[in-house]
């Protein structure tokens, strides 16, 4: 309230106009300064707080408690009260559920929603898992039911022969390469495989290497640079050989091959024959789509045409529009397929090979 009085002084001091004789030195234009205070309240109708000896007027001087606010109350959106404030004792226990997933010691595998490329399981927190490949890694047993594949390979009863653990088709791998050894079958053809390009190298040192392989229903056995393979007569030990599920079954041998052991990988997965041929070397490997071989030349000495005899049950052979050659069933399925051979030089230079029947 002073400072309103003070500026109300002020702007009257400036704005005042008076007579000459009122502009009297040393005299303010005033009748009385008094008299102008008292005026500065003459309009004001609510009476106002005592304050005789300049402390806070007290509540009885004041409306406290007969304004016009609202009785204490619960407001609009109110949350209840908090209680007294003591604290609560909690309860012992755990706070919520734990969701685990997979383990592998308790999921079970889920047989309505595992297919070829997806693996399910039900977990024992009642959650789910999908596992999903981009090769198949599923398959379905004699009774119906999904199993996971295992391509490695485990020593045969007979100790003659390496088989597969676990998928759709059987498969075995010869203990060592020769006649005499190995998977025994009745050769009924050759394929021929061989590098029209390759020439012996100026330093002496090419080393191309080729891949086969072959699998039930998308089998894709590719010959060596410059090999071939071809249909015979005469009992041979083979090196490879498939049994698809309806029993019928291909295998090949490799033609002028020594005599030597298969060396076992670490994984597992592939046996190598070591100087199968002179300064070559031949390994075949477990896939989950069926085997796949590869010769690897260790100079240019090394031969470029390659004969495969086949022993083929129940099953018949012909090349396709896109060059592969197709096994058929005696119904003409096609179940399994021999895709074109390449080689590469270790300058990685690459190229399909030629590959043929007789």
Partial sequence: MAMSVSLLLALGVATQSATAEQLTPGRLPFASFLHFVEGLFDDVSASLPGETDGRDAGAHGTKAGRGSGH??????????????GAPQAGKAGLSGSITRGFDARTSVLDQSRTSPYQTWYKNSDGSLTEHV????VNFKDSSGHWRLIDNSLALGGSGRSYTVKANSFGLSLAVASGAGSGVTGQSTGVLRAQDVLASPSPSGSASPSTSASASPSAASSSAPAGGSASLGSSSTGLLASLTLPSSEEF???????GDVGGVESADGMTLTYPGILPETNLSLTSETYGVKESLTLASASAGNVWQFPLSLKGLSIGQGADGSWQLTDGSGGVVATVEAPYAWSRHGLCHHLVLCSY
Avoid at 72 to 82: C, E, I, T
Avoid at 133 to 136: E, V, W
Avoid at 251 to 257: I, K, P, R
């Fill in 71 to 84: 009785a204490p109350g619960v407001g609009k959106a109110q949350l209840a009260a908090a209680g007294d």
């Fill in 133 to 136: 490949s981009q090769a198949p």
């Fill in 251 to 257: 295998g090949w041998s490799l033609a002028g091959a």
